[in-house]
């Protein structure tokens, strides 16, 4: 098959299908070039050693990108388009009218964007009906597109990103005299870092040997980073900023639980199923599909949204308690197994493609 795939370079979804598609397939990919971003860096280097065709669009041309797009899909002649995310890269494939076009929605593009703004609605609805197919990784993605965008069940599809089961392990797990709190969300209003911050102050208020160690970037990342030093939390927090997706296994490793605090979710995030199929426990807000995986008292614990004393309160509890702590490591490596492996859910995506490339 010859695949063209829309989506950013920085992202390790993007990275991880190309990656198993490039194998068997030739492969392209059309991304904008996100001039300023240090992560597009790491996509850069990444796919230099993909067998992969990449073509960047200018976002000082974001008004020309659809047609230069359009242009650039003539002249691959792909057998099918993959698009990810809707609200920009789904309607950059909507619009080259290519067929057959695979969507793929991600979350907010589909459960938050849309309700934001009429354009934002008008561009989703305009992409999802023009792909031939949509993929999601959550029930309730499922549930949006169907009630709100009158997309039929039978256009659709749940498939996870899924992670190599292999490198994600309890295997690379290790002592550490730390107690420690792994965070791997980023910086950006969505994630909440206001609650993040609060659920820290709070734990460290009880514990003051606790370490926090955070991944990711984004918006708001200054300003957690202030009210850390103000609160003088700043030697109990390390930032490891960007780093790539097979390296992250031996941080995993050296923690004892992880946590998100999102605000909204599309599914289950593929950072809490990594941290689980570690056999680390996770304490995560309410949102998307998170009760179903992590199952509250069995895996981790589920806390609803804004709530800092209660997560703060959670965590303390897995800390202070390492037969419970370890017990919900395991659940959690065993509710993932078996339905989150990667190589699995790539094979789900490719039979689709084939099926719609012989159609």
């Not at 299908?17 to 971003?37: A, N």
């Not at 008004?63 to 797009?69: G, K, N, R």
């Not at 107690?179 to 460290?204: A, C, N, Q, S």
Request: glycine share 6%; charged share 25%; hydrophobic share 40%.
């Amino acid at each position: 098959m010859r695949l063209c795939f829309l989506g950013d370079i920085r992202s390790t979804h993007i990275q991880k299908f190309i990656k198993y598609f490039s194998k068997k397939h030739e492969t392209y990919l059309i991304s904008f070039d996100y001039v300023g971003d240090n992560r597009v860096t790491h996509g850069v280097e990444f796919f230099k050693n993909i067998n992969t065709t990449v073509y960047t669009l200018k976002k000082s041309q974001l008004f020309l990108s659809p047609f230069i797009t359009k242009y650039i899909i003539d002249i691959i002649n792909p057998d099918l388009v993959q698009a990810h995310f809707v609200t920009n890269y789904g309607f950059l494939g909507a619009f080259s009218g290519v067929h057959p076009l695979v969507i793929s929605a991600m979350g907010d593009d589909v459960l938050i964007h849309p309700f934001q703004n009429k354009v934002y609605h008008q561009l989703v609805t305009y992409a999802l009906n023009s792909a031939d197919f949509i993929t999601c990784d959550g029930l309730n993605s499922l549930d949006v597109m169907n009630k709100n965008f009158k997309i039929p069940m039978d256009k659709m599809i749940l498939i996870y990103p899924g992670i190599d089961m292999t490198l994600f392990n309890p295997s690379k797990k290790r002592e550490n005299s730390d107690r420690t709190v792994f965070y791997p969300r980023g910086f950006d209003k969505i994630y909440d870092t206001e609650t993040l911050f609060l659920t820290f102050k709070r734990v460290h208020e009880i514990l003051p040997d606790v370490k926090f160690v955070l991944l990711g970037v984004g918006t708001e990342s200054d300003i957690f980073r202030d009210n850390i030093v103000k609160s003088g939390m700043n030697k109990s927090v390390s930032y490891l900023g960007h780093i790539p997706n097979d390296k992250l296994p031996y941080y995993l490793a050296s923690a004892d639980l992880s946590v998100t605090t999102s605000l909204s979710d599309g599914g289950i995030p593929v950072s809490t199923i990594e941290a689980m199929a570690c056999g680390l426990p996770v304490v995560s807000t309410n949102v998307g599909d998170a009760r179903l995986w992590v199952k509250d008292g069995e895996a981790g614990y589920i806390v609803e949204k804004q709530s800092p004393l209660i997560m703060a309160d959670r965590i303390v509890d897995l800390l202070n308690n390492k037969d419970k702590r370890l017990r919900f490591g395991e659940n959690a490596r065993k509710i993932v197994e078996t339905s989150q492996d990667y190589n699995l859910e790539m094979k789900k995506m490719e039979d689709l493609y084939m099926k719609l490339i012989n159609n």
